[in-house]
């Protein structure tokens, strides 16, 4: 149903009415979008940045990256390995130019089954952000939500006041286990799950609400709603704005430039799916899961095991290119 110009005058778009019932985020590392949709987050994360950094207007933070990487000396495997840091640190920092809240930087997924390996490589990230100005306040840790990840997160948090943001997420058991790790956001992954289910099953099309990548971030979000757990649930990866709308009421939703530009033309009214007064009515019941149970729920669900480790040697194989290029 189209919209008449004069109603439409008066009427808000789509994004500008989701942005009164969830905090949206750019899904983004270029600059010129943020400009654009004035989100009130960013997240960015190795596949984001390595296609940043291949435009020309983001040479000059490259340059800065490499010459950061050979000032700090080493061999060649630590002169990349700082660099790419900095690249990210980097990004980070323009991007915290252009908004009001906080900017997700994404700690190497080859690191994904190292619970030290991440620790360490957080606080080097947190580090940086400090010698660009930038406290800890602002920065968001993305680690993989393997349960090495997951518990990386917890100490992070409890230890060094570090604030995570958990990424790769498909299954239920990852959102219970990063609920009782206490960390600050979960990124429940939207479109990877849709994708997962059109490629191994025999229904290709799915309307919003029966989106199998829906309903798994309503029960995430409905369960930690009615159990009173304060991570924020931010909804990402998105193929469509069906499943956006879909989801109007969580804490946040990432979204990419494209699905925030067709957001702002669409001039539909919005109504909110979810509300914490619906989740806490909801009949939920509340579980633990120590290591052996995590690993066992996680495992019976074959989409999550698939397109975990699918996301994590995704993002391996893209911090491998921009280390290339940085090279």
């Known amino acids: 149903m189209s919209v008449s110009p004069v109603k439409r005058q008066k009427m808000e778009s789509v994004l500008d009415q989701l942005k009164h019932h969830t905090t949206v985020v750019a899904d983004t590392g270029d600059f010129h979008a943020i400009d654009e949709y004035k989100p009130l987050d960013a ?9 940043a950094a291949q435009m020309p207007a983001y040479q000059e933070l490259v340059d800065d990256a490499v010459a950061y990487g050979k000032k700090l000396g080493g061999s060649e495997e630590e002169q990349i390995k700082n660099a790419c840091d900095k690249l990210f640190v980097l990004f980070g920092a323009e991007i915290l130019k252009r908004i009001p809240g906080r900017v997700s930087t994404e700690v190497d997924a080859r690191l994904s089954f190292d619970k030290e390996g991440m620790i360490q490589r957080a ?4 580090d940086l952000y400090k010698e660009a100005g930038i406290g800890k306040d602002r920065i968001l840790i993305k680690l993989s939500s393997t349960w090495e990840g997951i518990q990386a997160g917890k100490v992070l948090e409890a230890e060094y006041g570090i604030h995570c943001n958990m990424t790769l997420l498909f299954s239920f058991a990852q959102a219970v286990a990063c609920a009782e790790a206490g960390v600050t956001l979960i990124s429940p992954f939207v479109g990877r799950i849709l994708d997962w289910y059109v490629a191994n099953g025999d ?19 409905n369960y930690y709603k009615k159990f009173g757990y304060k991570t924020i649930v931010m909804g990402a990866s998105f ?7 879909a989801l109007a009421g969580c804490d946040y939703l990432t979204i990419s430039p494209k699905l925030l530009a067709e957001l702002s033309k669409e001039y539909v009214k919005l109504t909110p799916t979810l509300s914490v007064k619906e ?7 509340k579980i633990h899961l120590d290591e052996k149970a995590f690993r066992w729920h996680h495992n019976e669900d074959q989409m999550a095991v698939e397109k ?3 996301g994590i040697r995704k993002f391996a194989a893209d911090a491998i290119k921009l280390e290339r290029m940085l090279k």
């Open 43 to 51: 997240t960015t994360n190795p596949s984001l940045i390595l296609a």
């Open 123 to 126: 606080r080097r990230l947190i």
């Open 203 to 221: 229904k290709k099309t799915y309307e919003p609400s029966e989106d199998p990548g829906v309903k798994s971030v309503t029960k995430i979000y």
């Open 239 to 245: 193929r469509n704005t069906g499943e956006i709308k």
């Open 279 to 285: 989740a806490q009515a909801c009949e939920l019941e």
């Open 308 to 310: 975990l480790s699918d």
